[in-house]
């Protein structure tokens, strides 16, 4: 059973920094993509950051400059750094990742709370 924990998250104040990570566990052969999203209440999901294996990223515009996604393999963890924190970047952050197993399936965390208060 394939399970992606995140951990990191918290209150913090307006110009500060937090770092996630997001492990992933259980019996599979290789991660492809790996990403973060979030979703503020009332709002859709939106896609954070991603990382592919070999490390190109991509980033939502609003982040872009203040967060830094990164991935170490031998843990098949990838975290986020979070700097500047603004209150609109206040949400629950979610891990997602393309997995192989059998075959390639998405897989997704549980979320981890981002509160940035003013």
């Known amino acids: 059973q394939v399970q992606l924990v995140e951990s990191g998250g918290g209150l913090v104040q307006a110009g500060g920094s937090l770092r996630l990570s997001c492990a992933t566990s259980g019996s599979f052969f290789s991660i492809n993509r790996m990403a973060w999203y979030r979703q503020a209440p009332g709002k859709q999901r939106e896609l954070v950051a991603g990382i592919t294996t070999g490390g190109s990223t991509n980033y939502a515009d609003s982040v872009r400059g203040r967060f830094t996604i990164s991935r170490d393999n031998a843990k098949n963890t990838v975290y986020l750094q979070m700097n500047s924190l603004k209150p609109e970047d206040t949400a629950v952050y979610l891990c997602?990742?393309?997995?192989?197993?059998?075959?390639?399936?998405?897989?997704w965390g549980q979320g981890t709370q981002v509160t940035v208060s003013s």
């Open positions: 997602n990742a393309d997995i192989r197993g059998a075959g390639v399936r998405v897989y």
